[in-house]
């Protein structure tokens, strides 16, 4: 099967994305660090902890993936972490909302 790039990609400003992401993904590899855990578990929790998500789908591709996402479902992250990741600036503006995007 063949996939094509598609062409919006090329529009997207990749530098500009990583320069606002390369800090913030330094500090919270840096809390991982310390309290020893997964960004796996991290993420798949993050979506279990609230009442806003109803639903969280897990990729699998194979046995030890499902074994995996067990795994981190049954991570104890205590709530020391929590308090530190939500302390971390972060943004709930959509990067893609002010792109001006022409079809073809």
């Known amino acids: 099967m063949h996939h094509e790039i598609d062409p919006r990609l090329n529009e997207i400003e ?4 990583f320069e606002h992401l390369v800090p913030q993904l330094a500090k919270t590899s840096s809390i991982l660090e310390k309290f020893g855990i997964e960004m796996g578990a991290v993420a798949l929790q ?3 902890r609230g009442s806003r ?12 993936s499902i074994q995996k996402n067990l795994v981190w479902v049954q ?5 020391e972490f929590w308090d530190e990741v939500l302390a971390l600036p972060f943004s709930i503006e959509d ?10």
């Not at 990749?14 to 994305?17: S, T």
């Not at 998500?53 to 030890?64: D, F, K, Y």
């Open 46 to 48: 993050f979506s279990l």
């Open 14 to 17: 990749i530098d500009k994305v």
């Open 53 to 64: 998500i109803s639903t969280t789908l897990c990729g699998v591709s194979s046995p030890e």
């Open 75 to 79: 991570t104890q992250i205590p709530s």
């Open 95 to 104: 990067p893609e909302a002010n792109r001006v995007y022409t079809p073809g």
